[in-house]
């Protein structure tokens, strides 16, 4: 067990839908990362989040969102949902802000199916 | 732009056999390099990392991995594969900055040792 909390495990939605994914790092952790993990994709960086701010962004659509909340827990928000976002969603955790280079925690995962 | 090939998408190897699996880096600047290990329906578990120093990084379960600058991988072996050992292996490189740090991974490699 890595610490890291995910909520829900499964979603399923339908397109054109919005939904909300959470996350709470493990005790210490400042830094929650978010991926997405498809079969065609691979896993792919979408955002960092370090003590409330974005720190570092990658491959994250328009149509999601996040935020990291004061007691540190973050929710990654995805809208106007499409077949292709169907994949599993990860949250990781570090103690750092990345710059000193901590390895990360991951999460369990949501699967999001959308039909 | 970083990126990060596994040239092999399946390792299969006898058990009590060593193993290796394969990781190439591209990056503009020093790298940092992971490795993580995902079972069935589990989130990713941190094996090792290289940040600098010794070129031999021994990490979790009995893995290790070189570091080769001139041939820019970072493979990873171990010297007797276990049948638990059977998982999907992601190769990561950061090159953090002073904003946050920004994973790539591979595309993983399923590894599968047989009894």
């Known amino acids: 067990d890595s610490g890291v909390t995910q909520t829900p495990k499964h979603l399923i939605t339908a397109t054109g839908q919005r939904v909300t994914l959470r996350c709470s790092p493990r005790s210490g952790d400042l830094s929650v990362y978010w991926y997405q993990q498809s079969l065609d994709q691979g896993l792919q960086f979408l955002i960092q989040?370090?003590?409330?701010?974005?720190?570092a962004k990658g491959n994250i659509l328009e149509r999601f969102s996040a935020q990291q909340f004061p007691d540190l827990h973050s929710e990654l928000n995805l809208s106007s949902l499409e077949l292709g976002d169907s994949a599993l969603y990860f949250c990781?955790?570090?103690?750092?802000?990345?710059?000193?280079?901590?390895?990360?925690?991951f999460g369990p995962g949501t699967r999001l199916t959308v039909l | 732009a970083q990126s990060v090939a596994q040239p092999e998408d399946q390792v299969n190897v006898a058990e009590g056999n060593p193993l290796t699996v394969k990781c190439t880096y591209s990056?503009?600047?020093?790298?940092?390099l992971f490795w993580y290990v995902q079972y069935p329906n589990r989130g990713l578990q941190f094996l090792l990392k290289y940040i600098t120093g010794d070129n031999l990084v021994k990490g979790s379960y009995g893995f290790e991995a070189e570091f080769n600058k001139s041939q820019t991988s970072f493979h990873l072996k171990k010297p007797s594969a276990l049948v638990s050992d059977s998982a999907l292996y992601f190769c990561?490189?950061?090159?953090?900055?002073?904003?946050?740090?920004?994973?790539?991974f591979g595309p993983g490699t399923r590894l599968s040792v047989l009894p």
């Open positions: 989040y370090y003590n409330g701010e974005e720190r």
């Open positions: 990561a490189v950061s090159v953090p900055d002073n904003y946050g740090q920004n994973f790539v």
């Open positions: 990056v503009s600047g020093n790298p940092y």
């Open positions: 990781a955790s570090s103690v750092g802000s990345g710059v000193g280079v901590n390895e990360q925690f």
